[in-house]
C-alpha cells in the first residue's frame, strides 16, 4: 500500500530506479504526515538523527554546567522540530514518571 510506483513511473518500467524509489517513498511518507500529525511525530522518530538528538537533550538536561548547557542547547538548535519533538518527549516522560499514580 505505501510502496507504489507512480503512474508516471508505471509507463517508465525502464528507467526505475533506488532514487525514483526513493523520492516516491518520501513523497507517500509527506502525504501520510499531512494526513495524519500521528504520523509526522513516527516519521521523525524514523530520521537517523534522532537517538543522536535524544542524547543531546538528556546531556542537556542531565548537565550542571551552564557553559555546557548553552553549547548543547545551541547544537539542538539546529535540528529545529526534531529538536523540539525529542524534548518533549523527554520530558513529557520524566513528567509522567514523576507523577505515576501510586498503587496501593
Known amino acids: ?11 517508465e518500467e525502464d528507467t526505475w530506479n533506488l532514487h525514483d524509489f526513493v523520492n516516491d517513498v518520501d513523497n507517500t511518507m509527506q502525504q501520510q504526515a499531512n494526513e495524519s500529525p500521528r504520523l509526522q511525530h513516527v516519521h521523525a522518530k524514523l530520521d537517523p538523527k534522532w537517538k543522536n538528538i535524544n542524547e543531546l537533550v538528556m546531556k542537556a538536561i542531565a548537565t550542571t554546567d551552564d557553559d555546557h548547557f548553552t553549547l548543547l542547547c545551541s547544537d539542538l538548535l539546529k535540528h ?19 507523577n505515576k499514580p501510586e498503587k496501593d
Open 80 to 98: 529545529n522540530d526534531l529538536a523540539l519533538r525529542a524534548a518533549l518527549e523527554i520530558g513529557r516522560s520524566l513528567y509522567h514518571t514523576k
Open 1 to 11: 500500500m505505501f510502496w507504489f510506483k507512480s503512474k508516471k513511473k508505471k509507463q
